[in-house]
């Protein structure tokens, strides 16, 4: 009986050794972002429509942000922000704070805790 034909070896193929399972994606500063609202905007106990009115946008609209799945322009951010009491300054760090609390355990496991990039605004 004959071997089956072995085709040429493709990288991260069959043939070759099992490949490292791939890091959890980051998620994405929208969905952050739309978490973050979501949350204050509970904390305050009012609905969609009583943010979104004060926002000056639809509740759809805000729903979607909320879910992650529209990316405000800065100038809605602001006005969801100042809607919900706080500020641009205030929700953009916040948001920053968990993306990079989220990333810290996975960048730590592969290079020392002070190797752990900071980004900065300019």
């Known amino acids: 009986m004959t071997e089956p034909r072995r085709l040429h070896a493709i990288p991260g193929g069959r043939d070759e050794s099992p490949r490292r399972q791939p ?3 980051e998620p994405l500063w929208r969905e952050l972002l739309g978490g973050r609202l979501r949350a204050l905007r509970r904390e305050q106990r009012e609905t969609l429509a009583e943010t979104a009115e004060r926002a000056g946008i639809s ?3 805000l729903s979607e942000v909320e879910r992650g799945r529209k990316e405000p322009s800065s100038e809605m951010i ?3 922000a100042g809607a919900l ?3 641009l300054g205030g929700l953009t760090g916040q948001v ?4 990079r609390t989220l990333r810290l355990p996975a ?3 592969h290079r020392g805790a002070s190797q752990v990039p900071m980004l900065r605004a300019a």
């Open 78 to 80: 602001a006005a969801l």
């Open 96 to 99: 920053a704070e968990e993306l």
């Open 59 to 61: 509740p759809q609209y």
């Open 85 to 87: 009491g706080t500020s």
């Open 107 to 109: 960048a730590t496991h």
């Open 23 to 25: 890091e959890q994606p």
